[in-house]
T-cell receptor
Framework: DAKTTQPPSMDCAEGRAANLPCNHS???????VYWYRQIHSQGPQYIIH???NNETNEMASLIITEDRKSSTLILPHATLRDTAVYYC???????????FGTGTLLAVQP | EAGVAQSPRYKIIEKRQSVAFWCNPI?????LYWYQQILGQGPKLLIQ????????DSQLPKDRFSAERLKGVDSTLKIQPAKLEDSAVYLC??????????????FGNGTRLTVT
């Protein structure tokens, strides 16, 4: 079973920041938080991951709370092409095994 | 770099027939995964290879599904005989390492299987 809880859907206006929340209250000390997204009819695409520090790359920012029980993925300026299902995944250990939940469907509106 | 290649893109078969899917991972990636994604659900891991050895096949229905990765590069996933509930998208992914936290998975676009 997935170790994360995400809202099933969210809307965001084009050009605005999209903030996608994720709860992972049972995360253990050696587990990372990963975010992937899946655009319709494509395979999942890696976005970002982190352990306890906030992370930023060219796609997004990841904010992890100090107790590591929740995180937020931020897309700073959402475009229509960001419409996708976003998966928050907690994973650790030697096998890099990702267990996907049902994710959040982000709909970016014009 | 070239991405993960999968074929065919679509496949329609009747129940009890057999089917095979092919995956070519990113060059140099030692770890290969097969996922099954049923409509409306997230991908579910079926099997993980490290080079040509199986790391995890705990979720693979071994009575009808089989997978191999000869020579540690390309991989095939086979279903024989197929059931209606096998209708899904079969995704292949690869990564450069099984245990590095800085080696994200790269996915292909999948094969959509319809069993009638």
């Amino acid at each position: 079973d997935a170790k994360t809880t995400q809202p099933p859907s969210m809307d965001c206006a084009e050009g605005r920041a999209a903030n996608l929340p994720c709860n992972h209250s049972t995360i253990s000390g050696n587990e990372y938080v990963y975010w992937y997204r899946q655009i319709h009819s494509q395979g999942p695409q890696y976005i970002i991951h982190g352990l306890k520090n906030n992370e930023t790359n060219e796609m997004a920012s990841l904010i992890i709370t100090e107790d590591r029980k929740s995180s937020t993925l931020i897309l700073p300026h959402a475009t229509l092409r960001d419409t996708a299902v976003y998966y928050c995944i907690v994973s650790g250990g030697a096998t890099n095994k990702l267990i996907f939940g049902t994710g959040t469907l982000l709909a970016v509106q014009p | 770099e070239a991405g993960v290649a999968q074929s065919p893109r679509y496949k329609i078969i009747e129940k009890r027939q057999s089917v095979a899917f092919w995956c070519n991972p990113i060059s140099g990636h030692a770890t290969l995964y097969w996922y099954q994604q049923i409509l409306g659900q997230g991908p579910k891991l079926l099997i993980q290879f490290q080079n040509n050895g199986v790391v995890d096949d705990s979720q693979l229905p071994k009575d009808r599904f089989s997978a191999e990765r000869l020579k540690g590069v390309d991989s095939t996933l086979k279903i024989q005989p197929a059931k209606l509930e096998d209708s899904a998208v079969y995704l292949c992914a690869s990564s450069s390492s099984p245990s590095s936290y800085n080696s994200p998975l790269h996915f292909g676009n999948g094969t959509r299987l319809t069993v009638t």
